[in-house]
C-alpha cells in the first residue's frame, strides 16, 4: 500500500505557508481567558480578575 507524495505533501510559496500555518511563525492566535492580579490603575492597587488575551 504506496501513499503517493503528491497526496501528503503540497508544495506552497513561503508567503502561503505563513497564511496557512500562522502559529508555527507567531504563536497561537486563539484567546485565552484566565484569572490573574492585575493592576487597577483607578484604585492603584491589584486587582484579582478574569482576563482574556492571546498568547
Aim: a negative charge.
Amino acid at each position: 500500500m504506496s501513499v503517493d507524495i503528491e497526496a501528503t505533501y503540497k508544495k506552497v510559496s513561503q508567503l502561503e505557508h505563513v497564511l496557512l500555518r500562522p502559529d508555527t511563525y507567531i504563536g497561537s492566535i486563539q484567546y485565552t481567558q484566565t484569572s490573574t492580579w492585575v493592576y487597577d490603575s483607578e484604585t492603584d492597587k491589584l486587582v484579582y480578575r478574569e482576563i482574556s488575551y492571546v498568547p
